[in-house]
């Protein structure tokens, strides 16, 4: 599955969730804020689907996705991207 096609059924997943995602052109990172008690994921048009996932995946770490369907690959894809944050998490804790 391509790395496209991952982000779209994140985007997909986070809207079943009732989070809004909004692709902007602009000069910042993405992530997840609340705007008017609603809660929204920007992604940023200049950067490639590899970073897309690294920031959906790190807006929906928080959050409850058992009662939402996520294809084996993508939810693969999930783990992997949150284990990755761990580790560095812990790299700069060790420091």
Not at 8 to 30: D, H, K, T, Y
Not at 54 to 77: G, H, Q, Y
């Amino acid at each position: 599955m391509k790395t496209e096609e991952i982000v779209s059924e994140l985007i997909e997943a986070a809207r079943q969730m009732g989070i809004s995602v909004r692709n902007e052109r602009g000069r910042f990172r993405g992530g997840i804020c609340t705007v008017d008690e609603e809660e929204q994921i920007l992604l940023n048009k200049r950067q490639p689907p590899e970073a897309h996932l690294a920031i959906l995946a790190e807006s929906l770490s928080n959050k409850n996705m058992d009662n939402v369907f996520l294809t084996p690959t993508v939810r693969k894809a999930l783990e992997q991207s949150w284990a990755k944050r761990e580790q560095v998490d812990v790299e700069i804790a060790d420091s």
